[in-house]
């Protein structure tokens, strides 16, 4: 069964740090998503990509946090500098279309945890 | 902006009873989608709710919409072990627009 890829899954970082996080989506979907979870909480939605293009990045940080998805396949989500407050699960999915859209389900990547010391 | 709220928070029931989990939305949605997170993992789609009214079924999950399309429940029948974890509602107001989740509510099933 395909799966949402994401690497690495643990990440231990000090802060003022750069930390990089990867996701290789489901082949053929065109919407990718990058969420953090923090404990006790639902997915808030970072950023979206429509193929290599960013739909919706209002809920990101752009001062120190940037993500890509250059060739419209996988992407990566940067952190630079890492504060404290950036403890979190950080989710990618993917999915046909866009979440919401009639018959369109996400799937879920396992999450990379990202603790900031 | 667009919130969706769910309660309870936490929910415990001994195995066998009965579970519901009510979402309900600061404005009309367009659809409301379900997702289950095991403890640990990641959220994993449920189902989709599009129209004003809907009732869908999954086994001993029981998915409604309501009739304003601001709010919606999901109902598990006779819990089991297995149904433990956290479960979200996410909600979009338009099909173009993104989902915004709530918080979810945590299930625990005491054997």
């Known amino acids: 069964e395909a799966e949402v890829a994401q690497s690495p899954r643990y990440k231990i970082t000090e802060k003022s740090q750069a930390v990089a996080f990867w996701c290789d989506p489901i082949s053929g979907h065109a919407t990718l998503y990058w969420y953090r979870q923090i404990l006790g909480q639902g997915p808030e939605l970072l950023v979206q990509?429509?193929?290599?293009?960013?739909?919706?990045d209002s809920q990101l940080p752009k001062d120190r946090f940037s993500a890509e998805r250059l060739k419209g396949v996988d992407s990566t989500l940067k952190i630079q500098p890492a504060e404290l407050g950036d403890s979190a699960m950080y989710l990618c999915?993917?999915?046909?279309?866009?979440?919401?859209?009639?018959?369109?389900?996400?799937?879920f990547g396992q999450g990379t945890r990202l603790t900031v010391v | 902006g667009q919130q969706v709220m769910q309660i309870p928070q936490y929910q415990h029931v001994q195995e066998g009873e009965d579970f519901t989990t009510y979402c309900n939305s600061s404005t009309t949605l367009s659809n409301i989608q379900w997702y289950k997170q095991r403890p640990g993992g990641h959220p994993v789609f449920l189902i989709q709710l599009v129209k004003s009214g809907e009732v869908k079924k999954q086994k001993r999950l029981t998915f409604q919409f309501g009739e304003a399309k601001k709010n919606s429940s999901l109902h598990i029948t006779a819990t089991q072990t297995t149904d433990v974890g956290t479960y979200f509602c996410a909600g979009s107001r338009t099909n173009a627009g993104k989902s915004t989740f709530g918080d979810g509510t945590t299930l625990t099933v005491k054997p």
């Open positions: 990509f429509q193929d290599e293009s960013v739909v919706d």
């Open positions: 999915a993917s999915s046909l279309r866009w979440i919401g859209a009639a018959n369109t389900e996400a799937f």
